[in-house]
């Protein structure tokens, strides 16, 4: 069954469409009407029959244009972002035009930021490719590129037009991949929605295994969750940041090795276990709960082993989160399951015990 969701405030809100199938010329002409040209972003690793099917369904509406990058992180790159802009400038994209992103973050991230720049804002439209950015990184409005100082340093808030979310392009996605998007919708199960971990629980079989019906049914609470969340917050100037539950820790697994052997989910799984086990130590929730929540991350099979990682190794990078204000580390941790608070209280030592397995 197809679902809809809205996301964004006034001018800005945009529409999310989840269904299988969901590519299809009824979801996506009320979005190309009205532009003369098209440009599709999608890089090589994005099987090429999906970006075909895009192309196919926006050429009767426009003239359309298409850039490939190279798939990977390094794709998210100032001279992209540079060579995509003259592209459009060379084709004549007046401010009426439109872009399309087709795959997964990466693409999403520098797609967005090029329509927020050129021209000083041209409209976009999502379609994510990966389970990581259906539930994640297409709905939101964060846009970004990489510069060598660090990751997403350069970007900004700019929301899409809309997003159409096609689960079954998820079929062609490694399992690793699939796994690790999986991280996020266990992250919105913990710090909002009860209902979805309840789902997580008692479907981990149908969830592993892609079963359609339950596989939209977590993208849509997942997004439900991020959508209530970035519309009451699009800045993060406050309640935003439970988004970031287990990435202070998982940020400092990623950078420690170098962004290489461990995906960005695989990394989220581990830094949401220590932010639990810390929620544990503080007091704020039960050892009832702590387990249910280990047991959960277990049930989806993720490495949840700590021992290579040193606190004094890691606690660099845990304080050069961008999460820092004034000075102050704000963890985000758990009060119950399901409802996750901001803290700039806590005890130190019960950062270096919550890294211990
Ligand atoms: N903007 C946000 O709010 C936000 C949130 C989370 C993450 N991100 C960003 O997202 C990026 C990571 O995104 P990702 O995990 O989707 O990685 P990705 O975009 O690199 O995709 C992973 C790989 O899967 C391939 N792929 C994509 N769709 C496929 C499909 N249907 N079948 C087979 N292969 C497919 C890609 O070519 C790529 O090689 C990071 O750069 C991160 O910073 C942004
Ligand atoms: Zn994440």
Redesign the pocket.
Request: net charge negative; aromatic share 0%; glycine share 22%.
């Given at each position: 069954m197809a679902k809809e969701l809205f996301a964004g405030q006034r001018q800005n809100k945009y529409k999310i469409v989840i269904s299988k199938e969901a590519i299809l010329r009824k979801n996506l002409a009320p979005l190309l009407k009205q532009h003369n040209k098209t440009l599709i972003i999608s890089?090589?690793?994005?099987?090429q029959k999906?970006v075909r099917k895009v192309t196919g369904i926006s050429k009767p509406f426009s003239k359309v244009f298409k850039v490939i990058l190279e798939?990977?992180?390094n794709a998210?790159s100032v001279q992209n972002f540079q060579k995509i802009l003259n592209y459009l400038a060379d084709n004549n994209f007046d401010r009426t035009d439109l872009i399309v992103a087709v795959?997964?973050?990466?693409?999403?991230?520098i797609s967005?930021y090029v329509a927020s720049s050129y021209l000083r804002g041209i409209e976009f439209i999502q379609i994510p490719?990966?389970l990581?950015?259906q539930v994640?990184?297409s709905v939101?409005g964060?846009?970004?590129i990489n510069i060598s100082a660090g990751?997403?340093l350069v970007g900004a808030f700019y929301n899409p037009k809309g997003v159409i979310i096609d689960t079954t392009?998820?079929k062609?996605?490694?399992n690793r991949?699939f796994k690790?998007?999986l991280a996020e919708v266990i992250k919105y199960a913990l710090i909002e929605n009860k209902s979805l971990f309840s789902l997580l629980e008692t479907h981990a079989k149908k969830i592993l295994s892609m079963e359609n019906n339950v596989i939209e049914e977590i993208i849509f609470r997942s997004i439900q969750t991020k959508a209530k969340i970035v519309t009451k917050d699009e800045r993060e100037n406050g309640i935003r940041a439970i988004l970031n539950f287990g990435h202070t820790f998982g940020h400092a697994i990623e950078a420690h090795g170098k962004y290489k052997k461990i995906?960005?989910g695989e990394a989220i799984a581990k830094g949401m276990k220590i932010a639990s086990k810390i929620s544990y130590l503080e007091n704020l929730i039960t050892e009832k709960d702590h387990t249910k929540i280990i047991d959960l991350l277990h049930l989806y099979e993720f490495d949840l082993s700590l021992n290579q990682y040193k606190f004094q190794k890691l606690k660099p990078y845990i304080f050069r989160d961008k999460k820092i204000k004034a000075g102050k580390l704000n963890l985000v941790l758990l009060n119950q399951i399901s409802k996750a608070i901001i803290t700039s209280s806590f005890d130190v030592k019960n950062l270096q015990r919550g890294l211990k397995d």
């Open positions: 890089d090589d690793g994005v099987p999906i798939h990977g992180e998210k795959g997964g973050g990466v693409v999403g991230d967005g490719t990966t990581l950015a994640d990184s939101g964060k846009t970004a990751k997403n392009v998820l062609t996605l490694p991949e690790a998007g995906l960005h």
